[in-house]
């Protein structure tokens, strides 16, 4: 896939696997996922093949099929995100707690923009991406359709990675 995707700039797809593979049932996913795109790759100590990529497009499976190297292979529907939405005052401390994540991990993000925190669509994605959040969480986000109610739940969930106060 690696080879593949290298040799042609194409994207693969990554998905959510909602079971383990056994014995009986082969590992299914969910249907809604996303693009990405091979940035680096390079040979770990252990041998192993590291990459870096980077998501892109949000998708939603319509069929899939297995090519005779194991490899799945989909027929998907892109999500068209739609205009900038953005960010209502309401929000702001989401564009503020992504401004500190961007400071610290600006390497990682060659292309951020300060422009893209008050992007809803932007902001709910890289908070979802980053916050620690359980998968079955950050599925629910990455299937949500409106970026205002992604930013509302990601708003309701802040007080949990909140340092409790010292009595």
Not at 7 to 15: E, I, K, P, R, T
Not at 126 to 153: C, F, G, T, V, W
Request: proline share 5%.
């Amino acid at each position: 896939m690696v080879r593949e995707c290298s040799a042609n700039g194409s994207s693969f797809g990554v998905c959510l696997v909602n079971n383990s593979e056994s014995q009986n049932h082969p590992a299914t996913h969910l249907r809604v996922g996303t693009t990405a795109e091979i940035c680096d790759f390079s040979t770990l100590e252990d041998g192993l093949l590291g990459i870096v990529a980077e998501g892109k497009q949000k998708f939603i499976i319509q069929k899939t099929t297995v090519r005779d190297n194991g490899l799945l292979m989909g027929d998907v529907e892109f999500v068209d995100e739609g205009e900038c939405v953005e960010v209502p005052e309401q929000f702001s401390i989401l564009s503020l707690i992504a401004a500190r994540f961007m400071e610290q991990l600006s390497g990682q993000y060659p292309d951020f923009l300060p422009s893209q925190l008050q992007d809803a669509h932007w902001l709910g994605y890289r908070l979802s991406e980053l916050l620690p959040l359980a998968n079955d969480e950050k599925q629910m986000l990455l299937q949500l359709d409106k970026p205002l109610e992604r930013l509302q739940i990601l708003v309701e969930v802040l007080p949990r990675f909140q340092e409790p106060a010292e009595a």
